[in-house]
């Protein structure tokens, strides 16, 4: 890969906030349609694979969470990757092994071919393709950030409710052999998702402003630091401490109730091509929510304040999932899946926004990479727990019971931890970063270079001074010496008056 175009510049060029940011908006859309909505559109399978393969719920739930698991866990291997080589060709390496995967597991024999086949290829090609789209988007839009992070996580509910009846149509069509190699083929599409992620370079002047002739390239180049391929000093702010702890207990039963949810409207009793539906309807109202939370995140006085809005987001999908555990009937499964499908929303657009602004776009491709690493062992024993649990229970009310106490639990430490730790070392922090910025470093620079001129022109005069207060004493006049000066020429040096001189 030598000839590939890095982005080193990233960070340290202005983000355009639109131009072909727009492009790579809906570039990250649709990977993250493909990312988010494969392991819940591949629950639809999950009834003819149990038959085929003489299985239980958990066991076919550990394909959506192996998906989820390799979404999550290689998340420093995508930093590293992204760091060394850049976004696009990580992005379309990524691409072929998602669409590799899913066509592999068509010819599974067994239930661990799907593990491998389906959770880790399929789940490693999908990793390396959204990792990179959030860090470009990241780069691409700075004041506009919040709408565009919401309208890029709209593509997972528009994935879903694309995906989901497609996969039902597929099953009885061409079984879930057939069905798993078509979806293999549209997973192509991930590699023009990459074709589109153009590194973000500084402008031509200001490259040639930056580029030192002759032997003062080779000593810029010398004191250049080499970037870090994973930066573990973003584990110093408290606040992405905070952040990965909530969010670790927050993916534990975030995903359970969408895996199983028309898995319980089939228990009801009710046919399959209507369980379906509930996730259409799911992703329909999550659809709408995402960019309208965004909108929302995105004002003046929100903004600063979006970790507070991201805790009320996860406590309304803690409280849902509580209240949905009473369900007995398809209506009731309907209303759960409206309120579910507004507060997922609001959870997804802004669970990546608080990131960035708590890490900046600098430390972002290394601190994503280590809450998501963090986030996968959450991610790999919440739905097979909650599998587990069914199977001994035979009630899907203690599964949504669960994955609710899990996701209010991690809103309540969120809120807390932020009001008691990050609001009293606000003051401290925020004074610190304006020293730090390179609007006060030049404001400094500019004051010193102005108080070293002041200091010249007093030590000048300073000198002057001193050097009038040196001058000897045989320099004043006195009028005495002068007089008899005049008097007597003779004795210095002058001539006396006669005849002689006269004529």
Request: charge should be neutral.
């Amino acid at each position: 890969m030598g000839g590939v175009a890095l982005d080193v510049g990233g960070p340290a060029v202005k983000a355009p906030d639109g131009g072909w940011g727009w492009a790579v908006l809906l570039g990250c859309f649709v990977i993250t349609g493909f990312s988010y909505a494969f392991p819940k559109a591949v629950s639809v399978f999950f009834k003819e694979l149990i038959r085929e393969f003489g299985v239980g719920y958990s066991d076919t739930a550990w394909i959506s969470s192996i998906l989820l698991a390799m979404l999550y866990g290689t998340g420093p291997l995508c930093s590293v990757l992204v760091n060394r080589f850049g976004c696009r060709p990580v992005m379309m390496v990524g691409g072929l092994f998602a669409s590799m995967g899913m066509i592999l597991a068509s010819f599974a024999t067994s239930i661990l071919h799907i593990y491998l086949c389906t959770g880790v290829i399929t789940g490693l090609g999908l990793a390396l393709n959204f990792q990179p789209s959030l860090i470009m988007l990241n780069r691409y839009f700075n004041e506009k950030r919040p709408l565009a992070n919401g309208l890029s996580a709209a593509g997972s509910p528009v994935a879903l409710c694309c995906l989901s009846p497609l996969g039902q149509v597929l099953q009885y069509q061409y079984g879930w052999r057939g069905g798993f190699l078509i979806l293999g083929g549209l997973l192509l599409n991930c590699c023009v998702c990459a074709a589109v992620m153009r590194p973000l370079l500084p402008p031509k002047s200001q490259q040639r402003d930056t580029e030192a002739p002759g032997v003062g390239e080779g000593a810029d180049k010398k004191k250049k630091p080499k970037p870090k391929l994973l930066d573990f000093t973003v584990f110093k702010d408290c606040g992405f401490v905070i952040y990965t702890v909530a969010a670790s207990i927050m993916v534990l039963g975030l995903f359970v109730p969408p895996v199983f949810v028309v898995s319980y409207a089939k228990e009801l009793g009710y046919e399959d091509t209507k369980s379906a539906l509930l996730l259409t309807i799911l992703g329909f109202v999550d659809m709408f929510a995402r960019p309208t939370c965004g909108v929302i995140a995105g004002l003046k006085w929100v903004r600063p304040r979006c970790v507070y809005l991201f805790s009320f987001a996860m406590i309304f999908n803690g409280v849902t999932d509580l209240v949905g555990s009473q369900a007995s009937d398809y209506s009731t499964l309907v209303v759960f899946c409206i309120f579910f499908g507004i507060s997922y929303g609001m959870v997804g657009a802004l669970q990546f926004e608080v990131l960035m602004a708590i890490v900046g776009t600098e430390k972002f491709s290394s601190a994503i990479g280590l809450v998501l690493l963090m986030e996968a062992i959450a991610v790999l024993i919440g739905p097979p727990g909650a599998g587990r649990l069914l199977d001994y229970t035979k009630n899907y009310m203690f599964v949504f019971l669960l994955a609710g106490s899990e996701v209010c639990l991690s809103a309540i430490v969120l809120f807390t931890c932020n009001l008691l730790f990050i609001k009293t070392k606000a003051p401290a922090q925020e004074q610190r970063e304006q020293e730090e910025s390179p609007e006060s470093v030049a404001m400094t620079s500019d004051h010193k270079a102005v108080c070293a001129t002041e200091q010249a022109h007093r030590d000048q005069e300073d000198r002057m001074l001193e050097g009038t207060a040196a001058r000897p004493d045989s320099t004043t006049v006195d009028s005495q010496e002068v007089e008899r000066f005049l008097k007597e020429p003779e004795n210095n040096g002058g001539l006396s008056p006669s005849p002689e001189t006269c004529l």
